[in-house]
């Protein structure tokens, strides 16, 4: 079973994570591989320096995720391009990974699961969803000022319109406990017992 976990940025995606690795679970954080990984290629590295400049590069020659991060959530057609440059990277690394185990049981946590149309990838959907008061003051303790967590989330397909495509949803408003019953209830309603 390869369940496919998304929801909206603050809502817990990596929580809920985190529950279903607690239960059986092996996880393939695309965000983590994306930084660790994708954005650590020196071919990646030599595009982004050749498209930004060595305004984008860190001291050390790498990928300033930053200052690139300011390029690309400004400008759609910028992020457009990152994400052609680096996806392909991704489900490579997501393909190798899930023949190392192809009878294990996944989770993906993948942010953009329904902005890439991913679902195919997936034997089933999770959305984590909250309310938007808890989501902004959940990235304004990450750090965030109000003003760029408002720009991530718009970027990001909205909240209701991932919930309606979602096979399951867990809300996550409420305590810690709250969420890993939820996900208990849904561990043992899937098949294979994920």
Same mark, same amino acid.
């Given at each position: 079973?390869?369940?496919? $976990?998304?929801?909206?940025?603050?809502?817990? /995606?990596?929580?809920?994570?985190?529950?279903?690795? !607690?239960?059986?679970?092996? %996880?393939?954080? !695309?965000?983590? $591989?994306?930084?660790?990984?994708? $954005?650590?290629?020196?071919?990646?590295?030599?595009?982004? !320096? #050749?498209?930004? *400049?060595?305004?984008? $590069?860190?001291?050390?020659?790498?990928?300033?995720?930053?200052?690139?991060?300011? /390029?690309?959530?400004?400008?759609?057609?910028?992020? *457009?391009?990152?994400? *052609?440059?680096?996806?392909?990277?991704?489900?490579?690394?997501?393909?190798?990974?899930?023949?190392?185990?192809?009878?294990?049981?996944?989770?993906?946590?993948?942010? %953009?699961?329904?902005?890439?149309?991913?679902?195919?990838?997936?034997?089933?959907?999770?959305?984590?969803?909250?309310?938007?008061?808890?989501?902004?003051?959940?990235?304004?303790?990450?750090?965030?000022?109000?003003?760029?967590? *408002?720009?991530?989330?718009?970027?990001?397909?909205?909240? #209701?319109?991932?919930?309606?495509?979602?096979?399951?949803?867990?809300?996550?408003?409420?305590? #810690?406990?709250?969420?890993?019953?939820?996900?208990?209830?849904?561990?043992?309603?899937?098949?294979?017992?994920?």
């Amino acid at each position: 079973m390869i369940l496919g $976990l998304t929801g909206g940025i603050g809502c817990g /995606k990596s929580t809920a994570a985190r529950a279903f690795v !607690s239960r059986g679970s092996r %996880l393939v954080d !695309s965000d983590a $591989l994306i930084r660790e990984q994708v $954005l650590t290629s020196p071919v990646i590295i030599a595009a982004v !320096s #050749a498209r930004y *400049g060595s305004d984008v $590069l860190s001291a050390q020659g790498g990928i300033d995720r930053g200052q690139l991060a300011a /390029k690309v959530f400004a400008d759609d057609e910028e992020r *457009g391009w990152l994400e *052609g440059l680096t996806h392909p990277a991704l489900f490579a690394i997501w393909r190798s990974t899930l023949a190392t185990a192809p009878r294990a049981r996944w989770v993906f946590e993948v942010p %953009l699961l329904f902005e890439q149309a991913l679902e195919n990838w997936f034997d089933f959907t999770v959305c984590v969803a909250c309310s938007p008061q808890q989501q902004l003051v959940r990235l304004e303790q990450r750090g965030l000022s109000r003003e760029l967590a *408002g720009q991530r989330i718009s970027k990001q397909l909205p909240l #209701a319109r991932k919930i309606e495509l979602a096979d399951m949803v867990l809300w996550n408003d409420g305590s #810690a406990a709250f969420l890993q019953a939820q996900v208990d209830t849904l561990v043992a309603s899937l098949p294979g017992r994920c």
